[in-house]
């Protein structure tokens, strides 16, 4: 069992930068895949980034590609993402979410994750 609580969300400028943070409980965190997702008002919750347990591995939507960098750090059991270049369409709630299980092809979906943060609010103003 993994439990998931996100933190770092805000108002910022466009341009500007903010780093979200997920914290995780449980001693198997170094074992998951992590990933983040986001949701607008109205819309679906969209995958952003994610990361393989070794941190060798990472991938991005990419519509934040060079924008966004996601990392992790297990002895802290925690998962971050640096937002960089922050633009208004970028305005969502953020969700942390963890996967004990490995396929590529899956990261990019919701169903792959079995845990999920309550989210963080991100607010981008023009």
């Known amino acids: 069992q993994v439990q998931l609580v996100e933190s770092g969300g805000g108002l910022v400028q466009a341009g500007g930068s903010l780093r979200l943070s997920c914290a995780a409980s449980?001693?198997?965190?170094?074992?998951?895949?992590m990933g983040w997702f986001r949701q607008a008002p109205r819309k679906e919750r969209e995958f952003v980034a994610a990361?393989?347990?070794?941190?060798?591995?990472?991938y991005y939507a990419d519509s934040v590609k060079g924008r966004f960098t996601i990392s992790r750090h297990n002895a802290k059991n925690t998962v971050y993402l640096q937002m960089n270049s922050l633009k208004p369409e970028d305005t969502a709630v953020y969700f942390c979410?963890?996967?004990?299980?490995?396929?590529?092809?899956?990261?990019?979906?919701?169903?792959?994750?079995?845990?999920w943060g309550q989210g963080t609010q991100v607010t981008v103003s023009s």
């Open positions: 990361i393989r347990w070794s941190a060798d591995t990472t």
């Open positions: 979410a963890a996967s004990p299980f490995w396929d590529s092809s899956r990261v990019y979906y919701t169903t792959f994750y079995d845990y």
């Open positions: 449980g001693r198997t965190f170094s074992s998951y895949v």
